[in-house]
């Protein structure tokens, strides 16, 4: 179906020609029409099947259009305003026009000059993409195929204007943004016009060095591919230096006043900045492959949806090491941030919730090396040395990053936003903001349940206090200790029920004193943090899907090891073994601070209980599989005090009980836990919600169901175990990945 009956391209470049030939190969467009300056460039488009017919200028074709039909301007953005007065002058009413420009400020004063007005039929838009080639010989109909292309309407725009363009540029496979147009402007000059004057003027100054023979000679690979785009069309360059001139000068400011600091510190042999410049630097060009590629910040994480099809039955054998524990990964980074000197961490969560904490703490200046295998070297910056970062802090799905760098950021002496994906924007975070408002911080969240964005306002004067949790929560704990390194005396907090202890225990292997005295932990605002060495254990939030695999299968015997088993955390081992299952802990040790473990599980049958409501906070992010563990159970099993798990990721009790339900088990949810009857799984298609405990909790059902299980919205499984289907994979789990 045509997007556009007839298409006018006025100047038959690239960018023109290849939209053209984009829509006609797709057969998207009834004819199209060309406008350029030489015949010689028509006769070559038409004989290509590029246009259909074409002139020497717009009134020669403007008879030809009826309303509805679209002029695309793709000339040198100085030459836009001659254009401008060709179309006022011979198009009839009811034509669409829009222009591929770098510039889009000058585009739109253009259309004011010529029209006193920006006419409601006029769209400034910008194709993100291109090649140092140029002219219409350079045609490639796929250029747009998964490019960007930013529309920047104004108030005057029409509706109906502004939707023909985005139909005709998706018709073509681009990604259609729309953006402010001084954003624009200021966002092209930095990232695509700045780069462009450094190659030009690079190469212009070693074309004019006295060995430059040898220079170009024996030019490295680095040199060839940064330069390449001073091969591009000088005209159309000079001419957006010059439309956008306030933005290039602003960027060429400051990329200036970078380097001179470089410059600086290479010749006063600064490692620290130096290194922090080029860590700082890998990272956003890593950052930036990933957000062209549609990447995440883990590779097998693609923005791309994921499906698990499972094939029912199997056995797991072996032994295996799960990833880092998550929960002290993320510690890890946020105290060695904190710290005076160089923390090094080994076993260290590569997956998006610890990645998104690691990238906050650079964007607020600290240089920290890696993750590489697991390895990562922190340079603290001491309690007092986090810098205001350019904009709000993007924390991905991860709440635990959200709820600890609250306290920590409520003490800085600058203003900070905390953002989030869309499933962490529906997540409450009052339960921290009302403590932190107690201490005397200024934050604030949208809402009655203080949905984010969180929005800090620095420079205050934090006070001490005895707090009690409401309800046990690790992350409202850690909050408001953290936040206490920060206030004057002492800050305690008492828990009603035991939670994970890991930020007083690595508190401590930083050498800040934490006193715990039953259920309440206490420390003094003021000391300094030290560097250490941390080991992550492997989490055992990871390893219990592995020990609910291995329980429910028959003929299963797999060990897992280097598990960490802080008493904070082995619910999942506690309730299993009430269930009858057969897990036999051995190796012991502590590893800094934290105690670890090899944990052996053999299939054992299972029988349903009445989960102990004081083992539910050891456990609360080991339920979903738990609940997997008691559809296999002989009987019922019942959970009580759970009503945490409803504002997880996901509302945790119904999406289970809504998959459970669908393979044929008997599961009813109650406001604060679930009553489940074992029996037969069978096959089905269940949604994980995005959620990426469920999407593992369901694989391994598959272990005992009848049938095939289809698991949607699985790619966020790579928030806390990257590497889930490899391992499942490896044991005997008969899982597939299908990426759409």
């Excluded at 990833?323 to 590569?350: N, Q, W």
Aim: charged share 20%.
């Amino acid at each position: 179906m045509n997007v556009v009956n007839t298409l006018v391209v006025v100047g038959l470049g690239l960018i023109g020609s290849s939209l053209a030939a984009g829509l006609k190969q797709r057969g998207r467009v009834g004819r199209v029409l060309g406008v350029a300056r030489r015949t010689e460039t028509l006769q070559e488009a038409q004989s290509m099947g590029i246009i259909d017919a074409g002139a020497l200028s717009l009134s020669e074709l403007s008879g030809e259009l009826v309303p509805g039909d679209v002029v695309f301007i793709s000339v040198p953005t100085l030459a836009v305003e001659s254009v401008l007065d060709e179309c006022k002058a011979c198009l009839p009413a009811g034509i669409i026009i829009t222009d591929g420009a770098s510039v889009k400020g000058s585009v739109l004063d253009a259309a004011r000059r010529v029209w006193g007005v920006v006419p409601p039929e006029l769209v400034a838009g910008h194709p993100i993409a291109g090649s140092e080639k140029s002219g219409v010989s350079a045609c490639n109909p796929d250029l747009y195929v998964n490019h960007r292309v930013i529309l920047t309407p104004v108030e005057e725009t029409s509706i109906g204007a502004h939707q023909k363009v985005t139909a005709l540029w998706q018709a073509v496979e681009a990604e259609v943004l729309n953006m402010p147009v001084d954003l624009h402007d200021d966002v092209l000059a930095a990232t695509s016009h700045l780069p462009h004057a450094i190659a030009y003027s690079l190469v212009d100054t070693l074309a004019h060095d006295s060995d430059n023979e040898d220079i170009f000679r024996y030019a490295a690979g680095g040199f060839r591919d940064f330069t390449r785009i001073a091969s591009s069309d000088p005209v159309m360059w000079h001419d957006i230096m010059q439309a956008n001139q306030a933005s290039v000068l602003d960027a060429i400011d400051l990329f200036s006043a970078n380097l001179g600091r470089l410059r600086k510190a290479i010749a006063t042999d600064d490692s620290e900045y130096m290194l922090g410049v080029f860590t700082r630097a890998k990272e956003a060009r890593d950052h930036f492959t990933r957000l062209i590629n549609k990447q995440a910040f883990v590779p097998k994480m693609q923005s791309k949806e994921v499906t698990y099809v499972m094939q029912p039955g199997g056995q797991v054998n072996g032994q295996i090491r799960v990833p880092g524990d998550k929960s002290i990964s993320h510690r890890s980074i946020m105290l060695g941030s904190l710290a005076e000197g160089v923390t090094e961490v080994e076993g260290f969560l590569e997956g998006e919730d610890a990645l998104a904490t690691l990238q906050a703490f650079r964007d607020m200046g600290v240089v920290i090396e890696g993750p590489n295998n697991g390895r990562v070297k922190i340079h603290g910056v001491g309690l007092h040395g986090l810098q205001k970062p350019a904009g709000p802090l993007y924390l991905g799905n991860s709440g635990t990053s959200m709820r600890l760098l609250a306290g920590i950021l409520a003490g800085q002496p600058f203003d900070t936003v905390l953002t989030g994906d869309e499933s962490l924007s529906k997540r409450p975070m009052n339960r921290v903001v009302k403590p932190l408002l107690s201490m005397g911080a200024r934050i604030e969240a949208e809402g009655e349940k203080g949905f984010p964005p969180v929005k800090i306002t620095g420079g205050q004067s934090l006070r001490a206090m005895d707090y009690t949790l409401p309800m046990a929560s690790a992350q409202v704990k850690s909050c408001v200790l953290l936040a206490g390194l920060y206030a004057d005396g002492e800050t305690s907090v008492t828990e009603p029920a035991p939670t994970r202890d890991h930020t007083e225990r690595m508190l401590r292997g930083f050498g800040y004193k934490v006193s715990s005295e039953g259920p309440k932990a206490s420390l003094k605002g003021g000391s300094s943090l030290f560097a250490t060495q941390i080991d992550v254990p492997a989490d055992i939030s990871s390893a219990a899907f592995f020990m609910v695999a291995a329980s429910i299968a028959p003929g299963s015997d797999l060990t897992l090891t280097h598990v960490g088993i802080n008493p904070t955390r082995i619910g999942i081992i506690n309730i299993l073994r009430l269930m009858g299952a057969d897990i036999t802990i051995s190796n012991e040790r502590e590893v800094g601070g934290e105690p670890v473990a090899d944990i052996r599980v053999q299939h054992a049958p299972l029988k349903g209980i009445q989960i102990p409501e004081d083992q539910v906070p050891l456990a609360i992010d080991e339920c979903p599989v738990l609940f997997v563990a008691a559809a296999c159970a002989e009987g019922t099993t019942v959970l009580t005090g759970a009503e945490e798990l409803r504002v997880k990721e996901s509302d945790r009790i119904q999406c289970m009980a809504d998959g459970l339900i669908t393979l044929g088990i008997k599961a009813e949810p109650t406001p604060d836990g679930i009553v489940i009857e074992g029996g037969q799984l069978g096959q089905g298609t269940v949604e994980s919600y995005g959620d990426h405990r469920i999407a593992m909790a369901f694989a391994v059902a598959s272990l005992r169901s009848s049938g095939p299980i289809t698991i949607l919205n699985c790619a966020n499984v790579g928030t806390s175990f990257p590497n889930f289907a490899e391992l499942a994979q490896n044991v005997g789990i008969k899982l597939t990945t299908q990426a759409q």
